[in-house]
Nanobody
Framework: QVQLAESGGGLVQAGGSLRLSCAVSGRTFSSYAMGWFRQAPGKEREFVAAISRSGGDTYYLDSVKGRFTISRVNAKNTVYLQMNSLKPEDTAVYFC???????????????WGQGTQVTVSS
């Protein structure tokens, strides 16, 4: 079974930056589209960003466009989320996921990581 492990979360001041990483097990990383989701306390899981198998296509939640960048290095089995100009409303547990397509819908992803906490203070 494919396993995912997120890292890079932490506490940061508003306006600061963080870079999240997600390491994926196995040798078939390039077969999966990858996505990032987040969940704040008391709220539904929310789509943040996605990237195609080759890395040629990317998609973002409107509120993070221009601030967040998703990327992948298939040779390292790793997907990244660079987060700049962070806002308090970005505070959440961030999850990476592997699936069939770089979509915004959770059911299209087959494997999920455990999540990493991102906290942005005012």
């Amino acid at each position: 079974q494919v396993q995912l492990a997120e890292s890079g979360g932490g506490l940061v001041q508003a306006g600061g930056s963080l870079r999240l990483s997600c390491a994926v097990s196995g040798r078939t990383f390039s077969s999966y589209a990858m996505g990032w989701f987040r969940q704040a306390p008391g709220k539904e899981r929310e789509f943040v960003a996605a990237i195609s198998r080759s890395g040629g296509d990317t998609y973002y939640l409107d509120s993070v466009k221009g601030r967040f960048t998703i990327s992948r290095v298939n040779a390292k089995n790793t997907v990244y989320l660079q987060m700049n100009s962070l806002k308090p409303e970005d505070t959440a547990v961030y999850f990476c996921a592997a699936g069939r397509a770089p979509a915004s819908l959770s059911p299209l992803y087959d494997y999920w990581g455990q999540g990493t906490q991102v906290t942005v203070s005012s």
